[in-house]
């Protein structure tokens, strides 16, 4: 590891300067760009047409080879020349293929096919930005596009020519070219993607052999995508390709292509980066309708399952594709899709975010849509009507306001005595909420006072049975005191009287019965003490009277 200055020691930021520069240093020797270690000067050849039409096949080949020769093009100082050099002959071997005929000779497919191969198939680096987002960032272009952009023309101008034979070029252009091919569509650079969506399409179209392995390959690129990847750049090429593929299918439609659909293209519609090929699937899926219309039940179901619950723009996007598929549906199918599809419309419709509400309440402006609709109304407006009725009140937005009232009048104008009987029965049901809500409110009043008043009378008991405790304490005071000083009666009673007057301000009921139970005892205690007393008194006076005996 180099050593660390003292100014990168006190500035961090120097310090990831340099580590950043060190990375894109590393990265120009990565796979991308393939360097050659001992690079050797190109000359410029002869013009083709220039040379004798004997010598032209040999300085095709010349220059085919020439142009197999790769360079770095991070380094936009070194190899000028020669890089100029095989610009220049890329662009001759692009005319020449598209403006002569009789060029395309059986020995020349192998040079052919290994200049293209040598050029453009490569392993892709990893982004260099690990948090890519293609709807908000800038992509990573190829560096090397002045060459490979002329190769891919090449390509296309040699499988457009109309000397081009499938019959010898299926011998190179084989299901491994094929699947290089299609590993090359998760490049960042859209140039890059757009040739090679043409290219794979001329590709299908030439070399009957090959389409069933193209399309079960494409098949596994969206199933990786969907279940373990969530990322593919090419996505939105593949589903245009399909869209022309799926365009030219046989009727009836094969078990594999119906399950194709329903396996792979619908639950593409969870994909985290619908935006960027929702368009093109939506295409797709409509196009598999068109050819047989009995999967619009199974297809719309689908849709449902896969409903966005938190995401507004995919519900907008869902929508969009409904709105789709409706304009090519047929009365019987809609019969069949009707409820499921209007629930959740009326849901959408409710959605407290107005391009979602907006977007559903726009089927109505659509001709078609609106005469199933009617066709359909006694089944479609109680779906729709209550939330319908409780947007044209509640909902924050003016715009939906409107809308929901234009709709409303729409409907209305459809079946005047149906709407008027649900709006009885709503406003009714309104009442019925009403009264219930006001009993609710009702019963919570009195059973919080409930609980007062219980708490209330918790708290004055245990103020009664501290207070009983307390004069118990004095009964037995008292008492002692009595015994000690030989009370009177009078006394007692005065005493009786004070503990009486205590606990005049507690409980009616736990006064009674304190009151009771302390006079019980102090009239018992009295009563013996003044027994006592008076009895020791009589006998001592019958002593004094009674003479002595002598």
């Known amino acids: ?112 096919t290994n200049m293209i191969c040598t050029n453009i198939f490569r392993t892709l680096p990893p982004s260099e930005n690990p948090d890519f987002d293609p709807e908000e960032d800038e992509p990573t272009l190829e560096a090397s596009w002045p060459h490979i952009q002329l190769v891919y023309e090449f390509l296309l101008r040699f499988l457009e020519n109309p000397d081009f034979q499938p019959s010898i070029a299926k011998r190179y252009i084989d299901q491994r070219f094929v699947l290089q091919l299609l590993e090359l569509f998760d490049s960042e650079d859209p140039r890059e993607r757009d040739f090679l969506k043409t290219i794979l399409h001329r590709i299908y179209g030439k070399f009957l052999g090959l389409r069933a392995f193209i399309r079960k390959q494409i098949n596994n690129i969206f199933l990786r995508f969907i279940y373990e990847t969530d990322h593919f750049n090419g996505v939105a090429e593949l589903l245009e390709i399909l869209g022309s593929i799926i365009n030219g299918f046989a009727l009836p439609l094969k078990a594999e292509h119906k399950q194709f659909l329903m396996k792979v293209l ?88 107005f391009q979602v509400a907006e977007r559903a309440l726009y089927f109505w402006n659509n001709e078609y849509i609106l005469s199933l609709i009617e066709e359909n109304i006694d089944k479609i407006l109680p779906i729709m009507f209550g939330s319908l009725y409780r947007i044209s009140k509640e909902h924050w937005n003016p715009t939906i306001v409107a809308l929901v009232y234009n709709v409303l009048k729409t409907l209305m104008e459809m079946n005047s005595t149906l709407f008027d009987e ?94 009771a139970d302390v006079t019980a005892d102090v009239t018992a205690d009295v009563t013996a003490d003044v027994t006592a007393d008076v009895t020791a008194d009589v006998t001592a006076d019958a002593s004094e009277n009674v003479p002595c005996a002598k």
Not at 44 to 70: G, I, V, Y
Not at 291 to 307: A, C, M, N, Q, S
Request: proline share 4%; charged share 25%.
């Open 266 to 353: 619908i639950p593409m519609h969870t994909a985290k980066g619908l935006a960027l090929f929702h368009a093109q699937l939506a295409y797709c899926v409509v196009q598999f309708l068109e050819k047989d219309p009995t999967l619009t039940e199974p297809v719309i179901r689908g849709l449902l399952k896969f409903w966005p619950k938190t995401c507004s723009q995919k519900e907008v996007m869902y929508l969009g594709e409904i709105e789709e598929i409706l304009d090519v549906i047929e009365p019987t199918q809609f019969k069949k899709i009707e409820e499921p599809l209007f629930k959740q419309i009326s849901r959408c419709v409710a959605n407290p975010h």
């Open 1 to 112: 590891m180099s050593a660390i200055s003292a100014s990168e020691k006190v500035d961090g930021f120097t310090r990831k300067s340099m580590r950043k520069a060190q990375k894109q240093k590393k990265s120009q020797g990565s796979s991308q760009f393939r360097t050659q270690s001992a690079l050797v000067e190109l000359s410029p050849l002869p013009q083709l047409k220039d040379a004798p039409s004997t010598e032209q096949q040999d300085l095709f080949t010349q220059k085919l080879h020439q142009c197999c020769m790769l360079f770095d093009f991070f380094d936009s100082v070194t190899d000028l020349k020669s890089k100029e050099i095989k610009r220049a002959t890329l662009n001759e071997l692009v005319d020449y293929v598209s403006t002569n005929r009789g060029v395309l000779v059986e020995s020349a497919y192998p040079d052919i």
């Open 422 to 515: 649900l709006t009885a029965s709503y406003k009714a049901d309104r009442q019925r909420e009403k009264k219930k809500e006001q009993e609710r409110e009702e019963l919570w009043k009195k059973l919080e006072e409930l609980r007062l008043s219980n708490s209330a009378l918790v708290q004055n008991n245990s103020h009664g049975l501290q207070n009983a405790q307390n004069n118990n304490n004095n009964n037995s005071n008292n008492n002692n005191n009595n015994n000690s000083s030989n009370n009177n009666p009078q006394d007692a009673q005065d005493k009786t009287s004070a503990v009486t007057s205590t606990t005049d301000g507690e409980d009616a009921d736990v006064t009674a019965d304190v009151t």
